[in-house]
């Protein structure tokens, strides 16, 4: 049975204090008036924030407005401007909030489906890890409440996130209007609870019968986990795929792609298989899992390494059609995060795709701990900042910064994964029992 030390219990909680300040600090510093942004406009005259500073692009747009047109009219134009910017920066601290939430989030609903796909298959390699893939499923619950309610603010327009939940703007937009049967408040909430229930309901019987397998004097509960696993998958791509839409993509609401659901599957399941090798090798290095050998790891990192490439189809396929078509409606999507987000894009690249393959591409490599560890460090990174250029654009716009709220929102979600996690492995033994597979995944060489 796993203890928790009391140094890591310690550690999440230090993580979540320290996040939940910096949460805090980027609400209360969020400007609440045009008056506002634009002191803030006159303070960072002339500062450009890395190219970045959305507030002198503004006041540089209502100077060249003004000159442009005359009195009443250069007057609109500024307050337009500067309207638009004040909610930008009001929903800073929301977007940072939704991103780490949902990152997080997405680790436990990855491992979810990765634990499913092991029982469907009947893997016989795996099975010593089913602890471990339980214990981090374990985050679903806290998570999926808190993205319930992060969902629930948004889509109800308590914040400016959904730009299409604005009714204003959805009475001047006739493309909205045409997906207003879609994209609505109460549409956007029963299947987010439809989704969150079905997954924590698959996560609660898949615990339980692992649980009873323990006493079990026969295959009963190893046959029901492996049909309800099946099931789940069925009901899982599909779920997926319109959370996908709804939760993410619809913060670009004029823009869409038939690639996007397996585009966020692939991260999700990269991300999830990295933290499944990553707990896997701390709690080896603590004396525990004496069980799972080499090439386990090897096998993990094998996964940690298709998926970083299957990701960087999904993203190559998406991005390579759309950009040499240049439809106007489409491209869009792109020139936006390349000319304001030029380095995150680029770099975010590079981290998914080319660090993963220069550093899992030898074999011996996938066997060493410490090696792994730096990769996943290195992957996690990397798709953190894919979630966070997936929103961002959306509902930031130009008015980007990596400051409290990021870092907060970050280091709080972080120390209650950390916390969940590794409390939820306090509460079984780490070698699963009575499964027909134990005997091949305990000897499991190659």
Request: hydrophobic share 55%; proline share 3%; charged share 15%.
């Amino acid at each position: 049975m796993y203890t928790l030390p009391n140094k890591l219990k310690l550690f999440a909680v230090i993580f979540m204090v320290v996040g939940a300040i910096g949460i805090i600090s980027g609400f209360l510093t969020a400007p609440g008036t045009t008056a506002e942004v634009k002191e803030m406009m006159a303070d960072h005259h002339g500062e450009d924030h890395n190219g970045h500073n959305a507030l002198k692009e503004v006041h540089n747009d209502s100077e060249e407005a003004a000159v442009e047109t005359h009195g009443e009219n250069a007057h609109d134009s500024e307050e337009a401007h500067l309207e638009h910017t004040l909610h930008q920066m009001q929903n800073r601290p929301w977007s940072a909030l939704y991103i780490a939430c949902f990152f997080f989030f997405m680790i436990a609903l990855g491992c979810l489906a990765f634990y499913a796909i092991q029982w469907a298959a009947q893997a016989g390699w795996s099975p010593v890890l089913f602890r471990v893939m339980e214990a981090i499923t374990a985050y679903l619950v806290p998570g999926g409440i808190i993205m319930f309610v992060l969902i629930a603010l948004s889509g109800l327009h308590i914040n400016h996130l959904f730009v299409w939940a604005d009714p204003e703007v959805v009475a001047h937009d006739k493309l909205i209007q045409g997906k207003a049967g879609w994209l609505n408040s109460t549409g956007l909430l029963i299947r987010a609870a439809i989704f969150l229930g079905g997954w924590m309901l698959y996560r609660h019987f898949a615990v339980k019968f692992s649980r009873k397998s323990d006493d079990a004097t026969d295959n009963r509960w190893f046959k029901k986990s492996f049909k309800i696993s099946a099931a789940f998958l069925v009901f899982f791509i599909y779920t997926e795929s319109m959370m996908s839409w709804d939760w993410i993509m619809s913060f670009d609401p004029h823009w869409f792609s038939t690639l996007f659901g397996w585009y966020v599957f692939a991260g999700m399941m990269v991300c999830a298989v990295t933290v499944i090798a990553m707990v896997t090798i701390l709690l080896k290095s603590q004396g525990y899992l004496e069980f799972v050998n080499d090439s386990h790891i090897h096998d993990l990192a094998k996964y940690m390494f298709a998926f970083s490439i299957f990701w960087t189809y999904l993203w190559f396929s998406q991005f390579m059609l759309i950009w040499y078509a240049n439809i106007p409606e489409e491209v869009t999507y792109f020139v936006t995060r390349i000319e304001d987000f030029k380095l995150p894009f680029f770099g975010m690249v590079a981290m998914n795709f080319v660090f993963p393959v220069l550093l899992l591409m030898n074999s011996d490599y996938k066997r060493v701990n410490w090696f792994v560890i730096l990769t996943g460090i290195v992957i996690l990174a990397g798709h953190y900042i894919d979630v966070y250029l997936m929103i961002t654009p959306g509902t930031v716009g130009a008015s980007w910064f990596i400051g409290v709220p990021e870092l907060g929102a970050m280091s709080f979600f972080f120390g209650l994964f950390v916390f969940v996690v590794f409390m939820a492995l306090t509460k079984a033994p780490l070698l699963i029992k009575n499964n027909p597979f134990m005997k091949e995944s305990k000897h499991f060489h190659y």
